[in-house]
């Protein structure tokens, strides 16, 4: 089958219009999501068939409003649009403006219609406004805007055959031509373009005219430079803003008429939203209700992610049998079996959980809930200098910092941002939660509390909130320290409240665990064999010397074959590089309650969290069998050599408890940090003041209780 | 009047308001000074307002409310 991608058509439209509903449907599976080079703004692009041999290039350019950008979505959109050379420069606009709430959403395309871009206008959700008894004159708004109209739904898949029809011919037709330009430049401003030197009758007046009033930021060659630029605009006077407001002005008013004309009203009822927003956006149920729903959606983690990851852990477990049985004994075995194979399960076992918190949040995106939590919370976060935004990824950091600290990027101001980047990590991600569930027992015993609740339970919990709480203080100190333009705006049209598109839906689950395993996988793969490395091997004969004790021990107290090997094990650790780099570490931990055993520990679960169990295992050598109630035992068998206590006593678990709620323990979140703020400074700084804040309170907390 | 001192539920119209970022956002999102608007809810101790231009539902801060002029 022939290739043809040589053509580029972009869909445009309002953010909350159904263009990545419309995006999605037309693409399929033939989709990349990426970024734009130099910028953390999504970049989707796919493939779109029109024909057995025809195919085309479908990008989905960011939600806009104008072609005057007030976040970095929207200028990517606009330097696309305005810049001919760019790769994403399309032939062809399909323009998404949800039908209802037309007469809003046209200032964009008039301003694609003055670029001359062939356009066609798709008016999307049409279903729910014929559902209301309203209608929409297609045939006489396309004989006022002079271009394609049509109607579909996505989520019925109705007019989508005809649309791809349309754009088959659309792309045909060459570029647009139109009698007249709908906002008309005025004087003053095509004496500049004339002083510029650029008003050929070729040349598109407007593009010209924005490229005079964006000159500062485009990246484009312009043909001039910024100081030329600076010299045109104070030699003729021009105030971008006050032309924008009046641009703005004169083609809402236009098109204000054209929609009026075509679109039949409904009087001014209440809304199903907003009956509904009276209760969920009402100053105390909004709140209450939000608790409420965020309760359920962590009870739904824990309670349905319990059997894949129990399904992936016997797997592995099996796996794991049948290729050391099946493999030579040889040292690249041995990496197999306790190197890699261990590492990929320490991937794959979070995927549950990560699937399906982000089912949930997708789920509430789409409906429209989550903009009213926005709306809810905006004022509290902004105490601590974030967002209203920064509510969804510190929700979303209950799953996994990464994909959390990802979907910052809807946060327009920099310092609110960066605030959310760098508190993030503290809510206790699923990779603590192996963690706790071995630790919590050493410092609560189970009881049951008024009948539903446990101790235990409860301690879980207050982990939880310790993290939120250490969250929150650590954001209202960088809003003192770091500098930055503290008033940033925020104006949010709240969506009508409607049911999920699946799809969307699916694509959201897919991108996140996506950039969970592309991110995470690979350091804690790496890690994991360095980990391998660094436990079977040591310094000269030492592990051979080690090996030969043990056996002349276990020989001296007469202990079975299984046993022998544990002790074997355990010597051979002791005797390896972790082993020595444990020791080495002992020093700094021990003021924590801790001895160089949880020092290994401690030192592997800088690369993830959750290694820390799975460290334990090998160091107590309970070999393969990675049971938590087995390492449990283990560990409580453990007492002092000197002193002969118990290890883990009550101080010291609590300790290592408050450690793994504060300690940036996660190389992943780092590098990710690294590539969202372009920087090591960030990463460093928050490795940095998570680390000693982590240090700082389990040292007072063993020093108080022991 | 500023919109931030308008009532829950009271009907005004949208006046004007100052030259500025913020506000050329809220023109591109069709808030045109001539449309009738109200404060359907607001969150309390100066939190965000939730207003309704023509059938549009918006939330915006406080802060940015005191920028917006109303008159009844």
């Given at each position: 089958?022939?290739?043809?991608?040589?053509?580029?058509?972009?869909?445009?439209?309002?953010?909350?219009?159904?263009?990545?509903?419309?995006?999605?449907?037309?693409?399929?599976?033939?989709?990349?999501?990426?970024?734009?080079?130099?910028?953390?703004?999504?970049?989707?692009?796919?493939?779109?068939?029109?024909?057995?041999?025809?195919?085309?290039?479908?990008?989905?350019?960011?939600?806009?409003?104008?072609?005057?950008?007030?976040?970095?979505?929207?200028?990517?959109?606009?330097?696309?649009?305005?810049?001919p050379g760019h790769t994403d420069h399309p032939d062809l606009i399909v323009y998404v403006a949800s039908a209802r709430h037309l007469d809003r959403q046209l200032l964009l395309l008039s301003q694609m219609l003055d670029l001359g871009f062939p356009t066609i206008l798709v008016l999307s959700m049409i279903d729910e406004v014929e559902q209301e008894g309203r209608t929409i004159d297609t045939a006489a708004l396309t004989k006022r805007l002079g271009i394609p109209v049509m109607a579909i739904s996505s989520r019925r898949g109705k007019g989508l055959k005809q649309l791809k029809d349309q754009i088959g011919i659309s792309l045909q037709s060459g570029?647009?031509?139109?009698?007249?330009?709908?906002?008309?430049?005025?004087?003053?401003?095509?004496?500049?373009?004339?002083?510029?030197?650029?008003?050929?009758?070729?040349?598109?007046?407007?593009?010209?005219?924005?490229?005079?009033q964006h000159f500062e930021w485009v990246p484009f060659d312009t043909g001039k430079s910024v100081d030329e630029w600076l010299a045109i605009h104070k030699q003729f006077n021009i105030e971008p803003l006050k032309e924008q407001v009046d641009e703005t002005f004169e083609r809402l008013n236009q098109m204000e008429l054209l929609a009026d004309a075509v679109v039949s009203r409904d009087p001014a009822s209440r809304t199903f939203s907003e009956k509904i927003d009276a209760l969920f956006t009402h100053w105390f149920w909004g709140p209450t209700i939000f608790a409420v729903i965020m309760l359920f959606v962590f009870q739904a983690i824990f309670a349905w992610a319990t059997y894949p990851m129990d399904a992936i852990e016997s797997a592995f477990g099996y796996l794991g049998s049948t290729v050391s049985a099946s493999l030579p004994e040889a040292w690249y075995s041995n990496l197999i079996t306790e190197g890699v194979l261990p590492g990929l399960s320490g991937v794959l076992i979070f995927i549950p959980q990560i699937a399906i918190l982000f089912f949930l949040i997708s789920i509430l995106e789409e409906v429209g809930y989550m903009s009213r939590a926005v709306y809810l919370f905006d004022h509290w976060m902004q105490r601590f200098g974030m967002n209203g935004r920064s509510i969804v990824a510190l929700i979303s950091g209950g799953a996994c910092a990464i994909p959390a600290i990802m979907s910052t990027r809807t946060i327009a101001n920099w310092k609110e941002r960066l605030i959310t980047i760098l508190v993030t990590p503290f809510i206790s991600c699923?990779?603590?939660?192996?963690?706790?569930?071995?630790?919590?027992?050493?410092?609560?015993?189970?009881?049951?509390?008024?009948?539903?609740?446990?101790?235990?339970?409860?301690?879980?919990?207050?982990?939880?909130?310790?993290?939120?709480?250490?969250?929150?203080?650590?954001?209202?100190?960088?809003?003192?320290?770091?500098?930055?333009?503290?008033?940033?705006?925020?104006?949010?049209?709240?969506?009508?409240?409607?049911?999920?598109?699946?799809?969307?839906?699916?694509?959201?689950?897919?991108?996140?665990?996506?950039?969970?395993?592309?991110?995470?996988?690979?350091?804690?793969?790496?890690?994991?064999?360095?980990?391998?490395?660094?436990?079977?091997?040591?310094?000269?004969?030492?592990?051979?010397?080690?090996?030969?004790?043990?056996?002349?021990?276990?020989?001296?107290?007469?202990?079975?074959?299984?046993?022998?090997?544990?002790?074997?094990?355990?010597?051979?650790?002791?005797?390896?590089?972790?082993?020595?780099?444990?020791?080495?570490?002992?020093?700094?931990?021990?003021?924590?309650?801790?001895?160089?055993?949880?020092?290994?520990?401690?030192?592997?679960?800088?690369?993830?969290?959750?290694?820390?169990?799975?460290?334990?295992?090998?160091?107590?050598?309970?070999?393969?069998?990675?049971?938590?109630?087995?390492?449990?035992?283990?560990?409580?068998?453990?007492?002092?050599?000197?002193?002969?206590?118990?290890?883990?006593?009550?101080?010291?678990?609590?300790?290592?408890?408050?450690?793994?709620?504060?300690?940036?323990?996660?190389?992943?979140?780092?590098?990710?940090?690294?590539?969202?703020?372009?920087?090591?400074?960030?990463?460093?700084?928050?490795?940095?003041?998570?680390?000693?804040?982590?240090?700082?309170?389990?040292?007072?907390?063993?020093?108080?209780?022991? | 009047m500023r919109l931030s001192d308008l009532r829950i539920g009271t009907l005004a119209v949208l006046d004007h308001f100052p030259v500025s970022p913020l506000h050329s956002k809220m023109l591109s999102m069709g808030m045109l000074p001539g449309q009738q608007i109200s404060v359907v809810r607001k969150v309390p101790l100066r939190g965000s307002l939730y207003v309704k231009v023509n059938d549009r539902l918006i939330a915006l801060r406080f802060r940015e409310a005191q920028n917006i002029m109303v008159h009844l």
């Amino acid at each position: 089958m022939a290739e043809q991608v040589g053509k580029t058509v972009a869909i445009v439209g309002n953010p909350n219009s159904g263009k990545t509903s419309l995006f999605n449907i037309l693409t399929g599976s033939n989709q990349k999501t990426g970024n734009f080079p130099g910028v953390t703004v999504e970049r989707k692009t796919g493939i779109l068939r029109l024909a057995e041999d025809l195919r085309v290039r479908l990008v989905d350019l960011p939600g806009s409003y104008s072609l005057y950008p007030n976040s970095a979505d929207e200028r990517i959109a606009t330097e696309i649009l305005i810049n001919p050379g760019h790769t994403d420069h399309p032939d062809l606009i399909v323009y998404v403006a949800s039908a209802r709430h037309l007469d809003r959403q046209l200032l964009l395309l008039s301003q694609m219609l003055d670029l001359g871009f062939p356009t066609i206008l798709v008016l999307s959700m049409i279903d729910e406004v014929e559902q209301e008894g309203r209608t929409i004159d297609t045939a006489a708004l396309t004989k006022r805007l002079g271009i394609p109209v049509m109607a579909i739904s996505s989520r019925r898949g109705k007019g989508l055959k005809q649309l791809k029809d349309q754009i088959g011919i659309s792309l045909q037709s060459g570029p647009l031509q139109r009698a007249r330009p709908i906002y008309e430049l005025h004087e003053d401003a095509i004496k500049v373009l004339k002083a510029v030197g650029q008003v050929e009758a070729s040349e598109n007046l407007y593009l010209r005219w924005l490229w005079v009033q964006h000159f500062e930021w485009v990246p484009f060659d312009t043909g001039k430079s910024v100081d030329e630029w600076l010299a045109i605009h104070k030699q003729f006077n021009i105030e971008p803003l006050k032309e924008q407001v009046d641009e703005t002005f004169e083609r809402l008013n236009q098109m204000e008429l054209l929609a009026d004309a075509v679109v039949s009203r409904d009087p001014a009822s209440r809304t199903f939203s907003e009956k509904i927003d009276a209760l969920f956006t009402h100053w105390f149920w909004g709140p209450t209700i939000f608790a409420v729903i965020m309760l359920f959606v962590f009870q739904a983690i824990f309670a349905w992610a319990t059997y894949p990851m129990d399904a992936i852990e016997s797997a592995f477990g099996y796996l794991g049998s049948t290729v050391s049985a099946s493999l030579p004994e040889a040292w690249y075995s041995n990496l197999i079996t306790e190197g890699v194979l261990p590492g990929l399960s320490g991937v794959l076992i979070f995927i549950p959980q990560i699937a399906i918190l982000f089912f949930l949040i997708s789920i509430l995106e789409e409906v429209g809930y989550m903009s009213r939590a926005v709306y809810l919370f905006d004022h509290w976060m902004q105490r601590f200098g974030m967002n209203g935004r920064s509510i969804v990824a510190l929700i979303s950091g209950g799953a996994c910092a990464i994909p959390a600290i990802m979907s910052t990027r809807t946060i327009a101001n920099w310092k609110e941002r960066l605030i959310t980047i760098l508190v993030t990590p503290f809510i206790s991600c699923s990779a603590r939660i192996p963690v706790y569930a071995v630790l919590i027992a050493f410092v609560v015993p189970y009881e049951r509390v008024g009948g539903i609740f446990n101790t235990q339970g409860l301690a879980f919990a207050g982990l939880y909130l310790f993290g939120i709480v250490a969250a929150f203080v650590a954001a209202y100190v960088f809003k003192k320290i770091l500098k930055g333009k503290s008033h940033s705006f925020f104006v949010m049209e709240l969506p009508a409240y409607r049911m999920p598109d699946w799809m969307n839906v699916w694509r959201n689950v897919k991108e996140k665990v996506g950039a969970f395993v592309m991110e995470a996988g690979k350091i804690i793969l790496i890690i994991s064999m360095i980990l391998w490395f660094l436990a079977s091997y040591g310094p000269g004969q030492n592990m051979h010397l080690a090996e030969q004790e043990a056996l002349v021990e276990a020989a001296d107290l007469n202990l079975a074959a299984d046993a022998t090997e544990d002790l074997v094990n355990a010597k051979k650790l002791e005797s390896s590089f972790a082993g020595i780099l444990g020791k080495s570490f002992e020093p700094i931990v021990e003021p924590l309650g801790y001895d160089w055993k949880i020092g290994i520990a401690l030192i592997t679960a800088f690369a993830a969290r959750e290694v820390f169990v799975g460290s334990m295992a090998t160091i107590y050598s309970i070999g393969s069998e990675e049971d938590e109630f087995r390492i449990r035992e283990h560990m409580a068998k453990q007492v002092d050599p000197v002193t002969r206590e118990p290890v883990f006593d009550y101080p010291t678990a609590l300790s290592l408890l408050l450690f793994f709620v504060l300690a940036m323990q996660c190389m992943s979140t780092l590098a990710v940090v690294k590539k969202e703020t372009n920087t090591w400074k960030w990463p460093v700084i928050q490795f940095g003041f998570m680390t000693v804040s982590a240090y700082v309170v389990s040292l007072i907390a063993f020093q108080l209780f022991s | 009047m500023r919109l931030s001192d308008l009532r829950i539920g009271t009907l005004a119209v949208l006046d004007h308001f100052p030259v500025s970022p913020l506000h050329s956002k809220m023109l591109s999102m069709g808030m045109l000074p001539g449309q009738q608007i109200s404060v359907v809810r607001k969150v309390p101790l100066r939190g965000s307002l939730y207003v309704k231009v023509n059938d549009r539902l918006i939330a915006l801060r406080f802060r940015e409310a005191q920028n917006i002029m109303v008159h009844l």
